[in-house]
């Protein structure tokens, strides 16, 4: 048998995670294969090898998803839920193949969510080395200063580590609340309420409007439709451009590094006289 596989590609092409899931699931015991629990590195062969993930069998499946939810203010991304909340998985309870979302809408935002059952396809839209830029439309009280929207964009400590820049414009200011229009370009946890809430503002609605090129649209709350080939392609074609871009940078950053490190040093003069 040619066991050419690795087992978390192997899960991720199954559509139950991203790679980096899949690794997480192997490392807490949760996979066997052929019955015995399987080790992070593992390589199988797909046709002949049984993989199992917390007792079910796990299949390829030939029929690939790739949609696009508009979640509601109340569900949580997630699949199922041990405490009985509203689950995404609910919004598409008709898909017959197991769809599991890309990235993540904490609890109380709404918007585009991106939901599939291909891993490659997860894991090169929700892949650290190519953040894709998404924007949010989010409604603030009071009123957001200009020295609030500046401190935004530039960046602010969060958790301990700063922000990347960010784009920040004002779309309405009315009386007691103010609409803005946020890009962000990484994936930090609860990021744009962390900032508010550091900053004095309440976020009142916080919703995502745009994944890189694909827009949620007239799409209503709590439906959602397949994407459309454009819309798959140029997804795919922006992720692999930022993460060559970024991968671009990471070399051009280590190489002047490297050079600095080779330049001879600077002998010092010595006393005249």
């Keep these: 048998m040619a066991k050419d596989t690795r087992l978390q590609k192997f899960i991720a092409e199954a559509g139950l995670a991203s790679r980096r899931k899949a690794e997480e699931m192997i490392i807490q015991g949760r996979v066997k294969v052929n019955g015995r629990p399987a080790s992070l590195g593992d390589k199988i062969d797909k046709r002949a090898d049984i993989v199992t993930v917390d007792g079910e069998k796990v299949f390829l499946s030939d029929n690939k998803w790739y949609l696009m939810v508009n979640k509601p203010r109340g569900y949580v991304t ?151 080939d454009d819309e798959y392609k140029s997804l795919i074609a922006y992720a692999q451009k930022i993460r060559r871009r970024n991968e671009n940078n990471d070399r051009s950053r280590t190489n002047e590094r490297q050079r600095q490190g080779k330049r001879p040093s600077v002998k010092g003069r010595g006393k005249r006289g």
């Design 78 to 228: 997630t699949m199922s839920d041990e405490k009985n909340r509203k689950c995404v998985a609910d919004l598409i309870s008709d898909i017959d193949e197991r769809v599991y979302p890309v990235g993540r809408l904490d609890k109380d935002s709404e918007g585009l969510l991106i939901m599939t059952n291909d891993g490659e396809f997860s894991n090169l839209i929700s892949h650290p080395s190519g953040h894709i830029p998404k924007i949010y439309r989010v409604t603030v009280r009071p009123n957001a200063t200009e020295d609030m929207l500046i401190k935004m964009s530039v960046g602010m400590v969060i958790d301990g580590v700063k922000t990347a820049p960010c784009g920040v414009k004002v779309l309405t200011d009315e009386p007691g609340r103010t609409v803005l229009e946020i890009t962000l370009n990484e994936g930090r946890n609860r990021q744009i309420r962390k900032m508010c809430e550091q900053l004095g503002l309440e976020v009142i609605r916080l919703k995502r409007n745009a994944i890189g090129p694909v827009k949620l649209g007239m799409l209503q709350i709590g439906e959602y439709r397949e994407l459309t």
